[in-house]
């Protein structure tokens, strides 16, 4: 322990240069000690711990079958995002075990929307079914209980009492009043609340057409605005995406992923800026790069926030100061999920804010589908678009036959 009496006397004459007492220096050297081991260890440690977490897992073993091509010279790694994404290989499996492969054909329009009402059928059209059962009676009781299920569905008391009075006036006084007779009335109702006398969006009234997208925060604004732009450009039609959402973290960069899924542009800031400068910018890149479209973001907002929604319109004049007439289309985007919380946002944003139509979204998640009817006869607002899929392509422009005879269409 030589060697140890000796450190710790260097330790203590180290000490005693920076004016430590005689009487504390060997105690001090005792305690110094420790702590540069405690270091030490810690250090090691924290090294092994990292060297753990970076060593690259170890390849399976080849089967004698299988066979390595090397990559040619110069080849390039894949990029870094590809790696980071890439999945790990599935396990090898005999080529007896593998099922072939059997492609399904794809669906039409019709069956995607059957497909994306499925909750809203079973809720409405299928409780309806059920009541009209065979052997029914048309009468005030059966009618009663009609009334529940479409309120239950979300269309809403007032809608409800407006269809539930039309079909009392059709069969008043006859003797028509069947069941399936009753099935195909409502049906016609429903279909004559939805389709509004209001004009197709006419792409090519501007140039370029401004859209702006409005709506409170979580209905997925920034989705909606992606797969419209993809839809658009599937249409043939070069597109500029605005990021005016400036105050959700990554809203921006949500939006420029989207715009590079869809090969758009998209004019952003720096988040916190002021969304009317965005829309300045925005405004000038879609004329200067004659765009047929722009899509302008904004930040969800509660229609109750006097300051946003005040906020809106100095969008709007800066919109309108740099392509006369613009927003063309505001659009206000609602989860269908919420049922008629939507209805009541709807109609607030429409006192508040000039909306020009509205984009339903997750209609394939919920069993309220109701509300889309509810929307167009109580607000008289068309319904634009709707999503019935989380796929790029299942944002789809609203058709309100097709809505209809997918609701109640039978298997």
Same mark, same amino acid.
């Given at each position: ?7 710790i006397? &260097?330790?203590?004459d180290l000490?005693?240069d ?28 924290? $090294?092994?711990?990292?060297? #753990? ?7 399976p073993?080849?089967?004698?079958s ?14 870094a ?12 499996i ?8 059997? +492609?399904a ?18 809720s409405?059209? *299928?409780r ?17 209980e009609?009334?529940?299920?479409? %309120? ?8 409800t ?56 925060? *979580?209905?997925?604004?920034?989705t +909606? &605005? ?22 959700r973290?990554?809203a921006?960069?949500?939006? #420029? &992923? ?32 004659k765009?047929?479209?722009? %899509? ?7 229609? +109750? ?20 007439g $613009?927003?063309?289309?505001t ?16 109609r ?6 000039a909306?020009? *139509? %509205?984009?339903?979204?997750?209609l ?6 109701? %509300? ?23 944002l ?16």
């Amino acid at each position: 322990m030589e060697w140890f009496s000796r450190f710790i006397q &260097i330790l203590a004459d180290l000490l005693g240069d920076l004016g430590v007492p005689e009487a504390s220096r060997t105690l001090g050297a005792l305690g110094l000690l420790y702590v540069l081991v405690t270091l030490l260890v810690f250090l090691a440690i924290f $090294a092994l711990f990292r060297r #753990l977490r970076r060593r690259p897992s170890e390849p399976p073993p080849l089967e004698p079958s299988e066979e390595v091509t090397p990559e040619a010279p110069g080849t390039p790694p894949p990029p870094a995002a590809a790696r980071e994404t890439q999945e790990p290989a599935p396990a090898r499996i005999p080529v007896e075990a593998v099922p072939p492969v059997v +492609t399904a054909p794809p669906l039409n329009l019709l069956e995607r929307m059957r497909a994306g009402l499925a909750k809203t059928q079973t809720s409405l059209v *299928g409780r309806i079914d059920a009541l009209l059962g065979a052997g029914k009676k048309v009468d005030a009781d059966l009618l009663e209980e009609l009334e529940e299920i479409l %309120i239950t569905a979300d269309l809403g008391m007032k809608t409800t009492q407006e269809l539930m009075r039309s079909l009392e006036k059709r069969f008043a006084g006859t003797d028509a009043a069947t069941p399936e007779a009753l099935r195909r009335a409502l049906q016609e109702e429903i279909g004559v609340r939805l389709r509004l006398e209001a004009a197709p969006i006419d792409y090519s009234a501007a140039a370029p057409f401004v859209i702006m997208v409005v709506g409170v925060n *979580g209905v997925g604004k920034t989705t +909606t &605005i992606g797969k419209l732009a993809h839809y658009l450009t599937a249409q043939g039609k070069k597109v500029v995406l605005g990021a005016g959402d400036t105050f959700r973290a990554a809203a921006a960069e949500q939006l #420029l &992923i989207w715009g590079e899924r869809s090969g758009v542009d998209v004019i952003c800031h720096d988040e916190g800026s002021d969304p009317a400068a965005v829309a300045f910018d925005a405004a000038r890149a879609a004329v200067a790069r004659k765009a047929d479209v722009l %899509i302008f973001d904004t930040a969800g907002r509660l229609h +109750t926030k006097v300051n946003l929604m005040e906020e809106l319109k100095k969008v709007r004049r800066v919109l309108d100061r740099e392509i006369p007439g $613009a927003p063309h289309e505001t659009l206000l985007v609602l989860d269908a999920t919420t049922g008629q919380n939507a209805l009541v946002q709807a109609r607030l944003f429409k006192e508040t804010v000039a909306i020009t *139509g %509205i984009a339903l979204t997750k209609l394939d998640g919920t069993a309220r589908g109701g %509300i889309v009817v509810a929307i167009g006869g109580e607000l008289n607002l068309p319904v634009r678009f709707v999503g019935i899929g989380e796929g790029i392509d299942d944002l789809r422009p609203f058709e309100p036959d097709l809505f209809v005879e997918a609701l109640f269409q039978r298997d």
